[in-house]
């Protein structure tokens, strides 16, 4: 799990790996790895700081979601801006990419009035949009963002 406050901040990931050699002095090696976002997901990334949203933490997380193949996602999970506090607990996206298009997926954890929400309770909602990387540049994403995570 890696905390950062934004995503422009660097963060060390390293894949480790292990290779069976015979008479090797060292068969564990930790390599690093830069990782970036796309054109498409910055400018998602973007448009959530300017609509006053933080990255919180950001993992991996075991299962799939949607048509998703591998076995595992990444999340970002967000703190909530003052514009949204009396909605929402915490607001995370997954970017699922594909070759000319990817979904931006939320996952919002409402807040619930006068009791606790936990999640995965009735209070939670999925929402959805999907882009074409073609028209990125075209695309208001604060008010995207609004739309979908407030329908």
């Known amino acids: 799990l890696n905390r950062i406050n934004d995503y422009d901040t660097p963060v060390e990931i390293f894949l480790r790996t292990h290779v069976h050699l015979a008479n090797a002095v060292d068969s564990g090696d930790k390599d690093p790895v830069t990782v970036s976002p796309l054109p498409a997901q910055r400018a998602v990334l973007d448009a959530m700081a300017r609509l006053g949203f933080r990255i919180k933490k950001v993992d991996v997380e075991y299962g799939q979601i949607r048509e998703n ?20 607990q915490e607001i995370e ?12 997926i939320f996952e919002l954890d409402r807040r619930a009035r006068g009791i606790q929400v936990f999640r995965g309770g009735p209070d ?17 994403f604060e008010s995207l963002i609004e ?3 407030l329908n």
């Open 69 to 88: 193949r591998l076995p595992f996602y990444q999340e970002i999970e967000y703190a909530v801006g003052s514009n949204y506090l009396h909605r929402f």
């Open 93 to 104: 996206i997954t970017f699922l990419n594909r070759e000319n298009e990817m979904d931006v």
């Open 124 to 140: 939670d909602a999925n929402r959805a949009f999907t882009l074409n990387y073609s028209q990125v540049q075209d695309i208001d």
């Open 147 to 149: 739309r979908t995570i």
